[in-house]
């Protein structure tokens, strides 16, 4: 069964230092999102891409984060200068359509030291 | 904006037992639900979904959920509990419509005692 792959699986990051991570999503899907999971927390959304922008976006996806599909299999997240609350369970999904149920990634491991 | 509240952070069954695990949402609009499950070191997995039509919604590894308007509830049940089941439980809602966001809960770890 087609899968969403997230790469790399744990990341460990400087504070104030850019980080990049990167999704592969179902490959006949056209909507794309991340969200995030702070230890013990709620999984949270943070923004969701269709036709090469923005859909939408939460309070959480302020001017430090960017997302980009860069070529026809790769999207990604970057955060700019990462906070020691950035740390977290980021999730990459994707769905075929935007009313379609979105699949999950297994997701990287973000620590910033 | 939408909410979803499940109650119980942790809930204990035997094996061979029946699974209830509780889901409350609140939605302005009407909503599309869904019961995902994470095992340990692992993405969301899609359990089941409700969007439209019959109310009683079967998943995968005989799970199901009754989606109740009135009570504003998607409980996610099992008639027999097995060692594999042992995983967090989440449940989310989204408002119906395009490219929407899932807003879950903050999870239900179940334990099946043997």
């Known amino acids: 069964e087609p899968e969403v792959t997230q790469t790399p699986s744990h990341q460990v990051t400087q504070m104030g230092q850019e980080v990049i991570l990167r999704c592969v999503p179902i490959?006949?899907?056209?909507?794309f999102y991340w969200y995030r999971q702070i230890l013990g927390q709620k999984v949270e959304f943070l923004v969701s891409?269709?036709?090469?922008?923005?859909?939408?976006k939460s309070e959480i996806f302020d001017d430090q984060f960017s997302v980009e599909r860069p070529d026809g299999s790769n999207f990604t997240l970057k955060i700019r200068s990462t906070k020691l609350e950035d740390s977290a369970m980021y999730f990459c999904?994707?769905?075929?359509?935007?009313?379609?149920?979105?699949?999950f990634g297994d997701g990287t491991r973000l620590s910033i030291l | 904006a939408q909410s979803v509240t499940q109650l119980g952070s942790h809930v204990s069954v035997s094996e061979g037992a029946l699974v209830l695990l509780r889901c409350n949402y609140s939605?302005?609009?009407?909503?599309?639900l869904f019961w995902y499950v994470q095992y340990p070191n692992q993405g969301l997995q899609l359990l089941l979904k409700y969007t439209t039509g019959a109310t009683l919604v079967k998943g995968i590894n005989g799970f199901e959920a009754e989606f109740k308007k009135s009570e504003t509830s998607f409980h996610l049940t099992k008639p027999s509990a097995h060692m594999s089941d042992a995983a967090e439980y989440f449940c989310a809602v989204s408002e119906s419509g395009s490219a929407r966001q899932l807003t879950f809960g903050s999870g239900t770890q179940l334990t099946v005692l043997p």
């Open positions: 891409f269709y036709n090469n922008e923005i859909s939408e």
């Open positions: 490959s006949n899907h056209l909507y």
């Open positions: 999904a994707s769905s075929s359509e935007g009313n379609q149920p979105q699949h």
């Open positions: 939605s302005s609009v009407p909503p599309y």
